[in-house]
């Protein structure tokens, strides 16, 4: 499969844990893009890479919010300090071009008990 | 900033007859318009864009979009509608950041349910 993939799918945790996602973008596209959908709403934007180097994040990307894409192919979502508030669908998404179509991973699901 | 709305949270059509999931935008500018569909569990696939051109747009599935300036709409549609099409449908725009890059600005999705 060379579609863009995400790991885990599915992630339980408890308020005030640490969790971090990974996404693994198809491998010529140099931009990556993180998003979150809540329940019953579109998804939302939440930073922006191209190759490693980090160009745009949302006003929703609080600073407990962090991303990284080391060496411009595989990004990491990190949650420090989780809130119930933080449950969420994490898609994340790659592009060739900016004028292009983006092509979404099956999103990592965020449980906060 | 640039905007769609979905104005139908869900649309109930039966198999075989013709389909249509509306979405008008907001813009400054050229519009670039996409739909995607979302499957239970799953993450969007993409359908179709319109940068340029063709006011008809075709897509992936059978599915076909047209762009309509005066009217600021961006309409999905197809002719015949089969069960396997009930999905959620999100309309989206793209929108310039701080940066020069592109993001995409979604809709808050339709429901499409096809009954046998």
């Known amino acids: 499969d060379t579609g863009v993939s995400q790991d885990p799918r599915h992630k339980i945790t408890k308020r005030g844990q640490n969790v971090t996602f990974r996404c693994d973008p198809i491998s010529e596209h140099n931009r990556l893009y993180w998003y979150r959908q809540t329940l019953g709403q579109g998804p939302e934007f939440l930073t922006y890479f191209q190759n490693e180097a980090q160009l745009e994040k949302s006003r929703l990307l609080s600073d407990r919010f962090s991303a990284e894409r080391p060496k411009g192919s595989f990004s990491t979502l990190e949650i420090q300090r989780t809130e119930q508030g933080d449950s969420a669908m994490y898609l994340c998404a790659s592009s060739l071009r900016d004028s292009g179509e983006q092509f979404f991973g099956p999103g990592t699901r965020l449980t906060v008990l | 900033a640039q905007s769609v709305a979905q104005p139908e949270d869900q649309v109930n059509v039966a198999e075989g007859n013709p389909l249509t999931v509306k979405c008008t935008y907001s813009v400054s500018g050229n519009p670039y318009l996409f739909w995607y569909v979302q499957y239970p569990n799953r993450g969007l696939q993409f359908l179709l864009k319109?940068?340029?051109?063709?006011?008809l747009v075709k897509g992936s599935y059978g599915f076909e979009a047209e762009f309509n300036k005066s009217q600021t709409s961006f309409h999905l549609k197809k002719p015949s509608a089969l069960v396997s099409d009930s999905a959620l449908y999100f309309c989206a725009v793209r929108d310039i950041g701080n940066t020069g890059f592109q993001k995409l600005v979604f809709g808050t999705g339709t429901r499409l349910l096809v009954s046998p």
């Open positions: 319109y940068i340029t051109g063709d006011n």
